[in-house]
């Protein structure tokens, strides 16, 4: 599949696809200097394979300590189409991404859970310190689905991002910040995000022919046991190929964090409370519980 993607996505775009740069190791002073302070993205593919995240996490490991735990699961292209949220019991969400035979709209994402509010005995398997020895504040996350998940293009607006694949693959797409210009920005809201109007499930050559013309369209296919780091500001778009399970760190510098908790925070409660207006991504609010 990551073959045939390719070519698809390719097909959309003039410029030909780039490999983003990949390394085996990395000092952390070497990291700072050579791509967090250039903000520039790098494949790390030697430096997670000693986690304990990588050598326990599985889908039947998440259903015995995810018992009595309730989160939300996600559904269908994320960012570009309407948020449509579930509530209900984790491990039956865990089952249900076993079972998954869904294509397109109908796909089911675990994606972005809080993992150490959810399940915080997991916070020693896991070592982000590349990007959160140098941060103020961070935040973990876990993505947990099938084959066929779609995470639309957009950017982090506050935060540097690097996201290590415990399971399975992804295909993750990037665009420089250099050509905002071509990305189509969206004025919906979504909480920490900047969205793109381009929905790569349909394309359409004639709406978005600046991004096809002039974006310069850097790609990874992300095995198991390898990071990416995703700046801050970088557009990316992300494809599940296969069963995943990743889990990610967004650090916040502390010019980041002062506005997450001045602009940002009063955006995000407006939000949760359903009063941001109609111009944003669906609110948890508005949910249908599960029995």
């Known amino acids: 599949m990551p073959k045939d993607l390719l070519n698809r996505i390719q097909s959309y775009v003039d410029n030909p696809l780039k490999e983003i740069e990949s390394i085996e190791k990395i000092s952390h002073d070497d990291f700072y200097k050579n791509y967090l302070k250039k903000n520039k993205p790098v494949v790390i593919t030697d430096m997670v394979k000693d986690w304990d995240a990588s050598n326990k996490w599985s889908l039947d490991f998440f259903k015995k300590i995810g018992a009595n735990k309730d989160t939300y699961m996600a559904k269908g292209n994320n960012f570009q189409k309407d948020a449509r949220w579930e509530h209900g019991k984790f491990v039956d969400f865990i089952e249900q991404i076993e079972k998954s035979k869904e294509t397109g709209e109908r796909v089911k994402y675990l994606m972005d859970i809080p993992i150490l509010k959810l399940f915080p005995e997991l916070k020693q398997d896991i070592d982000f310190s590349l990007v959160s020895n140098h941060t103020v ?58 969205l793109s109007s381009i929905d790569m499930e349909d394309f359409d050559s004639n709406k978005f022919s600046l991004f096809q013309k002039n974006a310069t369209v850097q790609y990874v296919v992300l095995s198991e046991k390898q990071m990416l780091f995703v700046p801050k500001r970088w557009w990316h ?55």
């Open 237 to 291: 778009c992300v494809y599940g190929t296969e069963v995943s399970i990743s889990t990610n760190n967004f650090g916040f510098s502390f010019v980041d964090n002062i506005r997450m908790k001045t602009n940002e925070f009063i955006k995000r409660k407006l939000y949760h409370l359903g009063l941001f207006g109609k111009d944003h991504v669906r609110t948890y609010q508005k949910l249908k519980k599960s029995n």
């Open 137 to 194: 504040r961070d935040y973990n996350a876990i993505w947990i689905g099938p084959k066929g998940t779609i995470t639309g293009w957009h950017n982090d607006r506050l935060a540097n991002n690097i996201l290590a694949q415990i399971k399975g693959q992804k295909v993750v797409f990037l665009v420089s910040p250099k050509e905002s210009k071509f990305m189509y920005r969206n004025k919906r809201y979504e909480p920490g995000s900047e």
